[in-house]
């Protein structure tokens, strides 16, 4: 009887241990997948917002483990990247080069979950026509409502061709300096004089970055934001500065929704944070949620 005791415990042992350090190695994006965040989004629909978030936010993750982790942080909205792993079951890079395939399976995750794939990008629109309209197709059939992109000055033409024809919002991206868009200033100088729905998707941790400040920047562009990529960083001017919770940085945070307020600003702010991996992310993002939705809530009223 003992000799079979002991041999169930170092079986239940042998079992167990294991178990525990997968747990510990890579604990859950977050904590269910079916919604355990419930968000009061009725002061973001007064306002126009729709918070989601940039899916490199969540990078260690195939994209459709990252559509599970927005659904669970109440994030209906999400805009994809070009070379995230499309799923556990499929490590293609996904891309607008997706199989016919691959682009049912996502569509059909989408519908299951409710989560809208609303922007794509970074991503590159040439000068050439046939390069960039392949961009617009996929857009097109995914049912993507803006790209975001950071083309180089010659490929304008093009892109006013493309968004006037198939009716889909061109966002112009900011990376740190030395980047071709770095300055608002070059962003302006490139859309003033286009078709509005050719305009900025202003990435505020990077105006940081770059030492300007984003509501002076946002009051540049007013009337052409489209979107954001939403940041708060813990440093002013400097390039490695790392993101933390909004609301608890040096970017102002609640003056830039309130300068989005002000210029009536209507779409995507998705949230982009670079620090951190598994559940510390998760909570970081969740602490994001958290603080718009109360500052939306502010402004609202």
Same mark, same amino acid.
């Given at each position: 009887? %003992?000799?079979?005791?002991?041999?169930?415990?170092?079986?239940?042992?042998?079992?167990?241990?294991? &178990?525990?350090?997968?747990?510990?190695?890579?604990?859950?994006?977050?904590?269910?997948?079916?919604?355990?965040?419930?968000?009061?989004?009725? &002061?973001?629909?007064?306002?126009?917002?729709?918070?989601?978030?940039?899916?490199?936010?969540?990078?260690?993750?195939?994209?459709?483990?990252?559509?599970?982790?927005?659904?669970?942080?109440?994030?209906? !909205?999400?805009?994809? !990247?070009?070379?995230?792993?499309?799923?556990?079951?499929?490590?293609?890079?996904?891309? %607008?080069? &997706?199989?016919?395939?691959?682009?049912?399976?996502?569509?059909?995750?989408?519908? *299951?979950?409710?989560?809208?794939?609303?922007?794509?990008?970074?991503?590159?629109?040439?000068?050439?026509?046939?390069?960039?309209?392949?961009?617009? #197709?996929?857009?097109?059939?995914?049912?993507?409502?803006?790209?975001?992109?950071?083309?180089?000055? /010659?490929?304008?033409?093009?892109?006013?061709?493309?968004?006037?024809?198939?009716?889909?919002?061109? &966002?112009? %991206?900011? %990376?740190?300096?030395?980047?071709?868009?770095?300055?608002? *200033?070059?962003?302006?100088?490139? $859309?003033?004089?286009?078709?509005?729905?050719?305009?900025?998707?202003?990435?505020?941790?990077?105006?940081?970055?770059?030492?300007?400040?984003?509501? /002076?920047?946002?009051?540049?562009?007013?009337?052409?934001?489209?979107?954001?990529?939403?940041?708060?960083?813990?440093?002013?001017?400097?390039?490695?500065?790392? #993101? $933390?919770?909004?609301?608890?940085?040096?970017?102002?945070?609640?003056?830039?929704?309130?300068?989005?307020?002000?210029?009536?600003?209507?779409?995507?702010?998705?949230?982009?944070?670079?620090?951190?991996?598994?559940?510390?992310?998760? #909570?970081?993002?969740?602490?994001?949620?958290?603080?718009?939705?109360?500052?939306?809530?502010?402004?609202?009223?």
């Amino acid at each position: 009887m %003992h000799r079979m005791i002991a041999t169930v415990l170092v079986l239940t042992l042998t079992l167990s241990i294991p &178990a525990l350090a997968q747990t510990d190695a890579a604990p859950a994006p977050a904590p269910g997948a079916t919604g355990t965040t419930k968000r009061d989004i009725a &002061a973001s629909k007064q306002l126009g917002w729709r918070l989601g978030t940039q899916a490199y936010t969540f990078r260690a993750l195939s994209l459709f483990e990252t559509i599970d982790t927005a659904k669970s942080l109440g994030l209906r !909205y999400v805009e994809a !990247y070009p070379g995230q792993r499309m799923s556990k079951e499929d490590p293609t890079k996904f891309n %607008h080069d &997706a199989s016919p395939e691959q682009r049912a399976a996502l569509k059909q995750k989408l519908k *299951d979950t409710g989560v809208v794939l609303w922007q794509y990008g970074v991503v590159d629109l040439p000068r050439d026509e046939a390069a960039a309209r392949k961009v617009f #197709d996929f857009a097109k059939e995914m049912d993507i409502k803006t790209i975001v992109s950071e083309p180089k000055e /010659d490929a304008f033409d093009t892109i006013e061709k493309l968004v006037k024809e198939y009716d889909i919002k061109v &966002a112009i %991206h900011n %990376h740190p300096r030395p980047s071709r868009y770095w300055n608002p *200033d070059q962003v302006l100088t490139v $859309i003033k004089d286009r078709d509005p729905r050719i305009g900025a998707c202003v990435d505020t941790g990077h105006w940081m970055r770059s030492g300007i400040k984003p509501v /002076d920047a946002m009051k540049k562009l007013d009337g052409r934001i489209i979107s954001f990529h939403f940041k708060d960083l813990g440093e002013f001017d400097r390039k490695e500065a790392q #993101d $933390i919770v909004w609301g608890t940085g040096s970017g102002d945070a609640r003056g830039v929704l309130e300068e989005a307020k002000r210029q009536n600003f209507k779409g995507l702010i998705a949230i982009e944070y670079e620090a951190g991996s598994g559940q510390e992310l998760v #909570d970081n993002v969740r602490k994001c949620v958290e603080w718009f939705d109360q500052t939306a809530k502010e402004l609202a009223e």
